[in-house]
C-alpha cells in the first residue's frame, strides 16, 4: 500500500503545475508618416497614396519588438489615357535615406512588393481607377528621426491599345408563322 501511495502522491505534487507566469501585453507602436496622403503621377497612371502609418507590435513595459514595422496605408491609381488599357502587374517601393540610397530591410524580411492580383484591381481601362491596401515591411533603420528621406514607388504595367469600334450589318425580318 505504501507504494501505491508515493504513487499517488508523485503523481498529485510532482505533476501540479505551479502558478503560470503572467502573459505579456501586446501594444502597436505608431509612428506617424508625414504627410499622410501623397498624389503619384506615373506615366499615364495618376492617384495617391493615403492614410500611411508605420505600426510595430511591442511588449508593453519592455518594448521588446513582437512584430516588426510595416507601412500601411491606401494606394488608389486611375488611368488617365484616352485610348489605352492598362494592365498592372506590380508596384516596388523602395525607403530611400538622406543621401539618396535605399535602406535596406533586416536579412528575415520580405521585400515591400505590391502585387495587382485580382480582375478588377489588375485591368485599368481609361478613365477607371482602382483602390488597394498596402501592408508591406518597413525597415527598422528607417524609424530613427532623420533617416528617412522619401518612399518610392516604382509602378510596372503594360499599356495597350484601346479602341471603340461600331460595326452595322443589313438584317431584315421574315413572316411570322
Known amino acids: 500500500m505504501t507504494g501505491l501511495a508515493a504513487a499517488v502522491a508523485v503523481m498529485s505534487l510532482g505533476c501540479a503545475q505551479g502558478p503560470s507566469a503572467p502573459t505579456a501585453t501586446i501594444e502597436d507602436k505608431t509612428y506617424a508618416v508625414t504627410p499622410a496622403s501623397v498624389t503619384v503621377t506615373a506615366g499615364i497612371l495618376t492617384g495617391e ?20 514595422a510595416k507601412l500601411s496605408g491606401m494606394l488608389r491609381l486611375k488611368n488617365t489615357s484616352a485610348n489605352q488599357t492598362v494592365r498592372l502587374v506590380a508596384g516596388r ?3 530611400i535615406d538622406a543621401r539618396g540610397r535605399p535602406i535596406k530591410l ?18 485599368l481601362d ?3 481607377d ?3 491596401s498596402v501592408d508591406l515591411d518597413f525597415p527598422a533603420e528607417a524609424l530613427k528621426a532623420t533617416k528617412l528621406k522619401e518612399i518610392r514607388l516604382e509602378l510596372a504595367y503594360i499599356p495597350s491599345p484601346y479602341q471603340e469600334q461600331t460595326v452595322n450589318f443589313i438584317v431584315s425580318i421574315g413572316e411570322g408563322q
Open 49 to 68: 497614396v493615403t492614410e500611411m502609418k508605420v505600426t510595430e507590435r511591442v511588449e508593453a513595459g519592455s518594448d521588446r519588438i513582437v512584430t516588426p
Open 93 to 95: 517601393i523602395l525607403y
Open 106 to 123: 533586416e536579412e528575415s524580411r520580405t521585400e515591400p512588393i505590391v502585387k495587382f492580383s485580382t480582375y478588377n484591381n489588375e485591368r
Open 126 to 128: 481609361p478613365g477607371q
Open 130 to 132: 482602382t483602390k488597394q
